[in-house]
């Protein structure tokens, strides 16, 4: 069974930072694209990040382009996102999560098959 832990969250002020972490089980993981979403309270859940696992390709969201990256460490099987400059409306439930490799990255949910649990990130105005 894959497994996807993410973690990082947490409450900042806006122009602050958080880094969030995304630890895989598998090194399989080397054949899956890993991006990170969030969902807001009321709001459909929206693509924010991705990378395929060689970090060749990376894709991010309008939303987010000069304030987050990602990043990963193969070594820990895990991905990053580290994301500057924070606004209130970063405000949500992130979740990491890992699909097959489509070039160029999907950015849509039903492309991805593992999903972590979420991390809540709240930024004050």
């Known amino acids: 069974q894959v497994q996807l832990v993410d973690s990082g969250g947490g409450f900042v002020q806006a122009g602050g930072s958080l880094r969030l972490s995304c630890a895989a089980s598998?090194?399989?993981?080397?054949?899956?694209?890993m991006g990170w979403f969030r969902q807001a309270p009321g709001k459909e859940r929206e693509f924010v990040a991705a990378t395929t696992w060689s970090f060749v390709f990376t894709h991010f969201a309008d939303s987010v382009k000069g304030r987050f990256t990602i990043s990963r460490d193969n070594d820990k099987n895990t991905v990053y996102l580290q994301m500057n400059s924070l606004k209130p409306e970063d405000t949500a439930v992130y979740y990491c999560?890992?699909?097959?490799?489509?070039?160029?990255?999907?950015?849509?949910?039903?492309?991805?098959?593992?999903w972590g649990q979420g991390t809540q990130v709240t930024v004050s105005s």
């Open positions: 999560a890992a699909g097959r490799t489509k070039i160029p990255i999907s950015s849509k949910d039903n492309d991805y098959y593992y």
């Open positions: 598998e090194r399989t993981f080397s054949g899956y694209t």
